[in-house]
């Protein structure tokens, strides 16, 4: 990838800082990390109380890591992440998810549209890129889960959760996450709208393995998000 | 009297003296202590007068006594789940607060420390445009 006057990239000195929420993520952590650090400058893994060697395994990966000392949930490590970001002086922050669905080679292209066309955030989209070996449950419930936000945000996006995005330093500042748990995708989207965020959504692949797949959301997981989102609303 | 009404009068009193000694011991501000009292007080009232119910069930449109005091029943119900959900919800935000905070002071850096590797936020930047 060239680098640019204005085109964030590992060599080049603007710091991007990946973040990477992980929850018993032992087994695939160290070769993240290392396969991140290929790409971009800083990688901070949030470990969210996991039981397994996750913290150990990110450190001699070459992460820093941050401990949450209970599970708190995927969004409360992407929010405590991001402050560690920002404090550290990120120009730009990724975030990236530990169970290898994402592939690191669609970084650049994230920063790419940050930088080239000055947009603000950019979100990863799986439909407009690939998503290799998805069922088709999961195919609809993304579906379903597309037309909810954007019934609530009215952003037209067309992937609402994919942990694959990237924000400019100035709108990750403005950004604050208080659903700690899945709802947080769509909390976020929320925020993208109201804030008058410039989003853009860029083309990326995922690939579903049957580690991520038994990681994954269970049967109830649309219902609990759903809860999540709508007691969130209704508490403030 | 029957023994219902002397039973359920006695536990309305009961519950209103236990209500007033908590405020007194700090357990219950003013105000909940108030609207505490105030439950037990209608609570031992509507026992020991049901014929009351009649009437302001009517006054209300509502055929039975019973039926208001259901309804009520319900509301009260659905605004004590409000106010603990909402309570709940402040004791998680306060959690992930803690574990953020404890998270953030005490951050694990790699063996190779960022400082010498000299952190690109401390290099001059390249680009003039920020």
């Given at each position: 990838m060239s680098t640019g006057a204005d085109r964030p990239s590992a060599?080049?000195?603007?710091?991007?800082?990946?973040?990477?929420?992980?929850?018993?993520?032992?087994?695939?952590?160290?070769?993240?990390?290392?396969?991140?650090?290929?790409?971009?400058s800083?990688?901070?893994?949030?470990?969210?109380?996991?039981?397994?060697?996750?913290?150990?395994?990110?450190?001699?990966?070459?992460a820093?890591?941050?401990?949450?000392?209970?599970?708190?949930?995927?969004?409360?490590a992407l929010q405590t992440g991001f402050t560690w970001a920002l404090e550290r002086g990120a120009d730009f922050i990724v975030t990236f998810d530990a169970d290898g669905q994402h592939d690191v080679e669609d970084i650049p292209r994230l920063l790419e549209a940050l930088g080239e066309n000055r947009h603000e955030v950019a979100l990863g989209s799986r439909f407009l890129g690939s998503a290799k070996n998805i069922?088709?449950?999961?195919?609809?419930?993304?579906?379903?889960?597309?037309?909810?936000?954007r019934l609530t945000s009215g952003l037209p996006l067309t992937d609402t959760h994919n942990g694959l995005r990237a924000f400019r330093r100035e709108a990750a500042s403005r950004i604050c996450l208080r659903f700690d748990r899945m709802a947080h995708a769509s909390e976020l989207i929320d925020q993208i709208g109201r804030l008058g965020l410039d989003w853009v959504e860029v083309p990326v692949s995922i690939r579903y393995t049957p580690y991520s797949r038994r990681k994954g959301q269970g049967l109830f997981a649309p219902v609990r998000v759903l809860t999540e989102y709508v007691l969130g609303r209704l508490l403030g | 009297m029957n023994a219902f009404q002397v039973g359920g009068i006695t536990v309305a009193v009961v519950l209103i003296f236990l209500t007033l000694l908590g405020m007194r011991r700090g357990r219950l501000n003013r105000g909940a202590a108030a609207l505490w009292s105030l439950l037990w007080l209608a609570m031992g009232i509507s026992i020991a007068k049901p014929n009351l119910t009649v009437v302001l069930a009517r006054a209300l449109g509502i055929d039975r006594g019973a039926d208001l005091v259901f309804y009520f029943g319900i509301v009260?119900?659905?605004?004590?789940?409000?106010?603990?959900?909402?309570?709940?919800?402040?004791?998680?935000?306060?959690?992930?607060?803690?574990?953020?905070?404890?998270?953030?002071?005490?951050?694990?850096?790699?063996?190779?420390?960022?400082?010498?590797?000299?952190?690109?936020?401390?290099?001059?930047i390249a680009s003039s445009n920020r």
């Open positions: 060599n080049d000195s603007t710091r991007v800082v990946t973040v990477v929420p992980a929850y018993n993520e032992g087994t695939r952590v160290r070769e993240i990390v290392a396969e991140l650090l290929a790409v971009v800083s990688v901070v893994v949030v470990d969210d109380g996991s039981q397994d060697d996750t913290s150990l395994q990110a450190l001699d990966g070459g820093t890591v941050l401990r949450h000392v209970v599970n708190r949930g995927q969004g409360a069922s088709r449950r999961r195919r609809l419930l993304l579906r379903a889960a597309v037309l909810f936000t | 009260i119900m659905l605004v004590g789940f409000f106010a603990v959900m909402a309570r709940l919800r402040t004791i998680e935000d306060n959690i992930t607060l803690i574990s953020r905070h404890i998270a953030l002071s005490e951050a694990d850096s790699p063996t190779e420390p960022e400082e010498e590797s000299a952190p690109k936020s401390t290099r001059p």
